[in-house]
């Protein structure tokens, strides 16, 4: 916008202490708003994947228009309004959704009163269908010490597999784009947005546990072809980057939507588990799918961080397959091989008859 001085630059923050401190102070409020997600995606039952998805391919059209059309990306005030913009949109949300309701009026009030009788009814129908289709809507919901460390293990394993395929793709990109190839990088985000624009309908069209179980199976396969061919990745072969991007854009979403639903199965399977004692102690399940939230996001800073250190491009071709075999086994044994664990409404129905 024209910063006279610091234009091209504010020296004052070219300090990486302070650049850290700057990004810990915009991440923070960020805790609170995940927060509600959080709770949502335990109360409902269902992973938060569709929705990333819906982002990510948002992303990649923006990407691609940055690409083609550089002169936009002079564009300061588009810039600073794409990145403000999102989080303006979540504090209005915010404010409408706590800001008082008109219903609470006296006539809506003694309407409230009268109907009583009849919402009392339909509540009671509705925890009927609830306990029908196994659904538990209980925001009080903890779990056992027992079930939540069997939770951690599972999902410190997730889609650890899959991330260090990530990250090797990530880093040939990088070195090709260093090297100016804007072809490249046209091409990832195109098999991005491509690819999981059909994730996205698959996902939303087949999300019965069985077909989250074979999601599962074929996300286990694609990483074990990205890991076992990952040293044909090279960048001047546009062709094999776009098949392996498209194979884990397309599968990556579905196998990680696999894995939430098998996890959030095992919180809600017998109302968190047992507990040894009447007096042991529980944890909220709002609070244990958190642990979830926070090993997700440490996956790929930390596979990227162990194949710089090591100074490889690529992990074993043996590991990742290894690592996402794992989580499909869990899967299928939490999904299809457990019989109480499915708790979906056609498993509910499967077993009545």
């Known amino acids: 916008f024209g910063l006279g001085p610091f234009e091209g630059g ?3 923050i070219s300090s990486s202490a302070l650049a850290m401190i700057l990004q810990l102070l915009s991440e923070l409020p960020r805790i609170f708003v995940i927060q509600v997600g959080t709770a949502f995606v335990v109360s409902s039952n269902r992973s938060p994947v569709r929705y990333q998805i819906l982002a990510w391919i948002s992303v990649m059209l923006a990407s691609v228009a940055l690409t083609q059309l550089p002169s936009l990306r002079e564009q300061r005030l588009l810039i600073v309004s794409i990145g403000v913009l999102p989080r303006l949109l979540i504090v209005l949300m915010f ?12 006539e809506a009030m003694s309407k409230l009163s ?8 339909k ?27 069997r939770f951690a293990l599972h999902a410190a394993n997730g889609t650890l597999g899959e991330a260090l395929n990530d990250m090797a793709t990530d880093l040939a990109t990088r070195s090709a784009l260093a090297q100016g190839d804007t072809k490249l990088l046209l091409a990832y985000n195109v098999a991005v947005a ?20 074979g999601f599962a199976v074929l996300w286990g396969l694609a990483q074990g072809f990205r890991g076992g061919f990952m040293h044909l990745l090279a ?7 776009f098949i392996f991007v498209f194979l884990d854009k397309f599968s990556g979403p579905l196998g990680q939507a696999a894995v939430d639903t098998a996890l959030l199965t095992l919180i809600r399977r017998n109302g968190g588990g047992k507990p040894a004692t009447s007096s042991s102690y529980r944890l909220p399940a709002n609070g244990v799918w958190t642990l979830r939230t926070t090993l997700e996001r440490l996956e790929r800073p930390m596979c990227q961080l162990i194949l710089l250190t090591f100074h490889v491009s690529s992990a074993p071709g043996w590991l ?11 899967v299928l044994h939490t999904l299809v091989w457990t019989d109480d664990s499915l ?4 498993a509910s129905h499967v077993k009545a008859e």
């Open 343 to 346: 708790d979906s409404p056609e």
């Open 10 to 12: 504010l020296p004052f």
């Open 235 to 241: 960048p001047d072969r546009l062709w094999i980057l």
């Open 320 to 330: 990742p397959g290894l690592l996402a075999s794992t989580s499909v086994l869990f």
């Open 95 to 106: 404010w409408i959704h706590c800001s008082p309701s008109q219903d609470a009026t006296p």
């Open 194 to 213: 491509s690819s999981m624009a059909l994730g996205y309908l698959s996902e939303v069209w087949a999300s019965s546990s069985k077909a989250r179980a």
């Open 114 to 121: 009268s109907s009583g009788g009849q919402s009392e009814k």
């Open 123 to 149: 509540k009671g129908e509705n925890e009927n269908q609830d306990q029908d289709s196994g659904e538990e809507f209980d925001e009080s919901l903890t779990v056992s010490l027992s079930r939540t460390g």
